[in-house]
C-alpha cells in the first residue's frame, strides 16, 4: 500500500459526515504510527536494522487502523477533547500505541547470548 492509499483508506474510514482532519495531520500520525511499529517489532532484538524503512505488508493495516483508532476513540470513556453537534473530536496518541502494541507481535530471538 503507498503512502497516498493509506491516507485515502483513513479518510474514508474517519468520514462521518464531518469535517475531517487534514491531510498533513493524517500523514503526521501514519508517519508515527510507522515508527511505533517498526519500534514494537524491533524492541526486543536491539533495534529496527537499517535496511528496513517501511512497515511490512502485513502491518499496513494495523498502521490505517491505528490512526482511525486514534481518531474515533476520542471522546469515548476518558474524554480528552470532543463536541457533539459541531463533531469536533481530538486525537488521543495512548489509543493508537494501544491498538499497535495490542496487534504487532515483537521479533524475539531464542539462543546463546553471545559476548565479546
Do not use: C
Not at 11 to 26: F, M, N, W
Not at 85 to 109: C, E, Q, T, W
Amino acid at each position: 500500500m503507498t503512502e497516498a492509499e493509506k491516507l485515502a483508506t483513513v479518510k474514508v474510514l474517519l468520514e462521518d459526515g464531518g469535517a475531517l482532519p487534514s491531510d498533513t495531520k493524517i500523514e503526521t500520525y501514519l508517519a508515527l504510527a510507522k515508527q511505533e511499529i517498526l519500534e514494537w517489532i524491533y524492541h526486543l532484538v536491539g533495534g529496527i536494522p537499517e535496511d528496513v524503512t517501511d512497515v511490512p505488508t502485513r502491518y499496513e493495516p494495523t498502521q490505517v487502523y491505528a490512526v482511525v483508532a486514534g481518531f474515533t476513540q476520542a471522546g469515548a470513556e476518558g474524554t480528552r477533547d470532543h463536541s457533539e453537534n459541531g463533531i469536533k473530536s481530538a486525537f488521543v496518541y495512548s489509543d493508537m500505541l494501544d491498538y499497535i502494541h495490542n496487534n504487532v507481535l515483537p521479533i524475539v530471538r531464542v539462543g546463546a547470548v553471545v559476548t565479546s
